[in-house]
């Protein structure tokens, strides 16, 4: 079966471009959440969604991050314009029971802003 | 954001070792989750436990519940190299959001 996937898995970008994550779900999950892990900060939700309606995103940092999901199986989160301290990797994770229980993580997105 | 209090920060150990590493909250929690993050890859679900006393296995992996609910702990016995990664819980509380713990970072020597 298939995990979360998600792209690109590393993207180093200048200062002030446009970066877009994005992730597949689990087929079949019907929430969806976005972490990012630092060392300092460790894993934070920055958003998720729950039958693709944002239901949180009082982790979101600030207006430069945003967050859609269109249909069920395909999320994006864009940082616009990029700053070097959101270098971090992004997690998107799924869930099919609606809450917390079980939460399957992809592989994460690498992300360096120089 | 909010964290759960994991501890120890960091262990290194001799291949065949028993592991224990704990987590503490303030608040009481309904579940608790424990995750092993490899390098370069995403946390994966190890145990999930969802009643308070209970205590569940997977292989040489043991978890428990706390009574008082705000404690969760995690043994692994007789460690392999292929155990080493970073192990984090999670907890589950009255507003239903997943917190997650400052991780473990396990070495385990040859």
């Known amino acids: 079966d298939a995990g979360v996937i998600q792209s690109p898995r590393h993207e180093v970008t200048e200062m002030g471009q446009e970066v877009t994550l994005r992730c597949k779900p689990i087929s079949g999950h019907n929430s969806l959440f976005w972490y990012r892990q630092t060392m300092m900060r460790g894993l934070e939700l920055l958003i998720y969604?729950?039958?693709?309606?944002?239901?949180?995103d009082s982790g979101m940092p600030e207006d430069r991050f945003s967050a859609k999901m269109p249909n069920a199986s395909f999320s994006t989160l864009k940082i616009q314009p990029s700053e070097p301290r959101d270098s971090a990797v992004y997690f998107c994770a799924s869930s099919s029971s609606g809450g917390w229980d079980t939460i399957y993580f992809g592989e994460g997105s690498w992300l360096t802003v120089v | 954001g909010q964290q759960l209090n994991q501890s120890p920060q960091s262990m290194f150990i001799q291949e065949g070792e028993d592991v224990s590493m704990n987590c503490t909250s303030s608040?009481?929690?309904?579940?608790w989750l424990w995750y092993k993050q490899d390098p370069g890859e995403g946390p994966v679900l190890l145990i999930a436990l969802y009643k308070a006393g209970e205590l569940t296995s997977n292989g040489r992996l043991t978890a428990q519940f706390g009574i008082t609910r705000k404690d969760s702990f995690l043994n692994i016995s007789a460690s392999i190299p292929s155990d080493v990664g970073i192990y984090f819980c999670?907890?589950?509380?009255?507003?239903?959001?997943?917190?997650f713990g400052t991780g473990t970072l396990l070495a385990v020597q040859p």
């Open positions: 608040s009481i929690f309904n579940t």
């Open positions: 999670a907890g589950r509380g009255a507003t239903n959001k997943l917190i």
């Open positions: 969604f729950n039958n693709n309606v944002p239901i949180d």
